[in-house]
């Protein structure tokens, strides 16, 4: 699936709006996507790669301000979406009516020396305000949270859809799709294999230790890789954000990368939707994995949204003592979004 992506990305710059054929386009359900936060770091490319994802009919792109610029600059481009720009509380109703998937990476950026937890506060509140309005206008959408913490703002949503008596469970994903992007990367170059045969299952959470890389089922399979070698790669996965967000030095954080990320997991929600066999991707959902409530796994993907949530499947000594460890600090993550849904 991501190889497909990269290759719908590069053959649509290619082409020109007549070569779609109107039966190709009459053979796949009509399909919307909103974007919320569409303005920003990482909304921004993330509404240029889903103008160019063929399975989107109609993008919706949402924030408090800017969207209309870049709304008309994407809507430039010769793929088949239909692009709508709305800004501003008075217009979100709007943006959602009718949504299929809707994506929020709507918040504060990380900045140098700020932690995860730092961005709590506000980005709790912005998803909260957003939840309500997807109760209410879009309730049967899937959500593909990126806003951070995810390992809150997760639970945060899911609370907020209770109250609102629209709640599903299959329906509502933490994007941790970068854990999995850069495990892959990391991995291929550290085990010399093409990238673009390699896959990790990455689980837990999304933030520090809560990310759990599972090397030790890695395809293609590496000899290659020593103890310190695996220790060191689950290291970078886990501090990945960090080391973008010092390398911008101050300018910014994992915003492109984000974003590829973010259409990959939509792009894989999408063919779900679409009945699209055998679409398994990891993803921060509700979960009996482990005991905790919430947690990141592979998770088989359908029309309804999550068909299955699978299990974590044989992990070394050195993954179960990082599962172990990780279970303190993401519990308190998940009951800090709990409590704050229920306090404002």
């Known amino acids: 699936m991501r190889p497909s992506l990269l290759r719908s990305a590069s053959q649509l710059l290619r082409r020109s709006r007549r070569d779609y054929s109107s039966a ?156 999995v992007v850069r495990a892959k990367t990391f991995y291929a170059g550290k085990a010399n294999v093409p990238v673009t045969e390699v896959n990790v299952p990455v689980v837990g959470g999304h933030a520090g230790i809560t990310i759990l890389p599972l090397f030790s089922q890695a395809t293609p399979a590496s000899n290659a890789l020593s103890h310190e070698d695996i220790k060191a790669l689950t290291k970078r996965t886990q501090d990945g954000g960090t080391e973008v967000v010092e390398a911008k030095a101050g300018k910014g954080s994992a915003t492109l990368s984000m974003a590829y990320a973010g259409a990959v997991f939509a792009d894989a929600c999408l063919k779900g ?28 993907l359908g029309k309804n949204g999550v068909e299955e949530v699978l299990g974590l499947g044989q992990l070394s000594n050195f993954e179960k003592e990082g599962l172990e460890n990780l279970k303190g600090e993401l519990k308190s993550s998940i009951e800090k979004g709990i409590q704050f849904a229920h306090a404002n």
């Open 24 to 179: 190709a386009a009459a053979s796949q359900p009509e399909r919307k996507v909103a974007i919320l936060g569409a303005a920003g770091g990482i909304g921004q490319p993330l509404a240029l790669l889903m103008k160019l994802n063929p399975l989107v009919s109609s993008l919706s792109l949402y924030d408090i301000a800017g969207t209309p610029g870049v709304a008309a600059d994407v809507s430039h481009i010769n793929s088949p979406a239909l692009v709508k720009g709305f800004v501003g509380e008075e217009q979100l109703g709007e943006a959602l009516e009718g949504s299929d998937i809707v994506i929020i990476p709507a918040g504060v950026p990380r900045k140098p020396g700020m932690t995860r937890d730092d961005l709590f506060n506000i980005n709790a509140g912005i998803v909260k305000g957003l939840c309500t309005a997807i109760s209410k206008y879009c309730p049967n959408a899937l959500i593909n949270m990126i806003s951070n913490p995810v390992n809150s703002t997760v639970p945060i949503a899911a609370e907020v859809f209770k109250k609102a008596g629209t709640y599903d469970e299959k329906k509502l994903f933490g994007v941790t799709t970068l854990d």
């Open 273 to 300: 939707l679409n009945g699209v066999p055998d679409v398994v991707e990891c993803s921060f959902v509700q979960s009996t994995v482990t005991e905790l409530p919430f947690f990141a796994s592979k998770v088989r």
